[in-house]
């Protein structure tokens, strides 16, 4: 089965350095969203994809994080520098379409995650 | 805006028997879908059930229903002949209408319910 697949699954890293997470959708979907969610917490999207443009990126700290999915393919999600507070589960999702153009509700298929710790 | 609420943190179920997890949303939007999904310790978002606003039926999924009260904005899950394996954390999502923003695909996520079932 068609899965989501993230990496890395775990990363660990200082304060100010830069991190990168990828992800790489189910094949031939063309929506692909970056959630990050605080321990505690729901996820909250980061910025939602559909192809190589960017449809919603208002909650994306833009001053540090930046996405880009330059093919329409996979993804990556960068921080620099990191601090703290951002220290939380990144999760990558998948999904076929738009609500309304695939008469399916268009469910997101999410990855395993990414547990970033900023120490 | 929209907004989802769930008042459970926490609950503990005797194994085979029927629990309900609560959800209530809030939202302007006439056209809407509600997800609900499953987490398991080891990080990744199941999906289990969709309902849309305009669905005139609850949605059900094998053991999953959707007991759907559109006036009481409450969207609860139940599931049936609970299992060892239903241990997890139960996340209730809302994705508002496609229409006026068409390919916006965000979903608001709840603070979830930690569902612990007892052999």
């Known amino acids: 089965e068609a899965e989501v697949a993230q990496s890395p699954r775990y990363k660990i890293t200082e304060k100010s350095q830069a991190v990168a997470f990828w992800c790489d959708p189910i094949s031939g979907h063309a929506t692909l969203y970056w959630y990050r969610q605080i321990l505690g917490q729901g996820p909250e999207l980061l910025v939602q994809f559909q192809d190589e443009s960017v449809v919603d990126d208002s909650q994306l700290p833009k001053d540090r994080f930046s996405a880009e999915r330059l093919k329409g393919v996979d993804s990556t999600l960068k921080i620099q520098p990191a601090e703290l507070g951002d220290s939380a589960m990144y999760l990558c999702?998948?999904?076929?379409?738009?609500?309304?153009?695939?008469?399916?509700?268009?469910?997101?298929?999410f990855g395993p995650g990414t547990r970033l710790t900023v120490l | 805006a929209q907004k989802i609420t769930q008042t459970q943190p926490g609950m503990f179920v005797q194994e085979k028997e029927a629990v309900t997890l609560d959800c209530t949303y809030d939202t302007s939007d006439q056209s809407y879908g509600l997800f609900w999904y499953k987490q398991p310790s080891s990080g990744e978002m199941i999906f289990l059930i969709y309902q849309g606003s305009y669905d005139e039926q609850n949605a059900t999924e094998g053991r999953y229903s959707l007991n759907f009260q559109k006036a009481r904005k409450s969207a609860n899950l139940v599931i049936s002949a609970s299992q060892l394996g239903d241990s997890a954390m139960y996340f209730c999502?809302?994705?508002?209408?496609?229409?006026?923003?068409?390919?916006?695909?965000?979903?608001?996520f709840g603070t979830g319910t930690r569902l612990t079932i007892i052999p």
């Open positions: 999702a998948s999904s076929p379409a738009i609500t309304g153009t695939s008469g399916t509700h268009n469910e997101q298929f």
């Open positions: 999502a809302m994705r508002g209408t496609t229409i006026s923003n068409f390919g916006n695909e965000k979903l608001t």
